[in-house]
């Protein structure tokens, strides 16, 4: 997998994501690790099948937590 670009690190989604925390009071942590990782998302059910597997751009790329529901509700 390659590393996400300075752009998807620090472009414009991540700041609106950053803002967006800091207006509802949430704090912005330091980052550890390795800030160009990226993340994703993996959902598997009981037998095993992989029914959702998402690999984000950067950190302002995840699916919305009611996708992720209704995923898990109609596997």
Known sequence: MHSAS???VWGP?????YLKEIVKGGKVRKSEGD???????VLIGPDGIVHMHHIGT???DRP???ALLKKIHSA
């Open 13 to 17: 989604k991540t700041w609106w994501v």
């Open 6 to 8: 300075f752009w998807d």
């Open 64 to 66: 919305a937590v009611e």
């Open 58 to 60: 950067g950190p302002a």
């Open 35 to 41: 800030i160009r990782q990226r993340g994703g998302d």
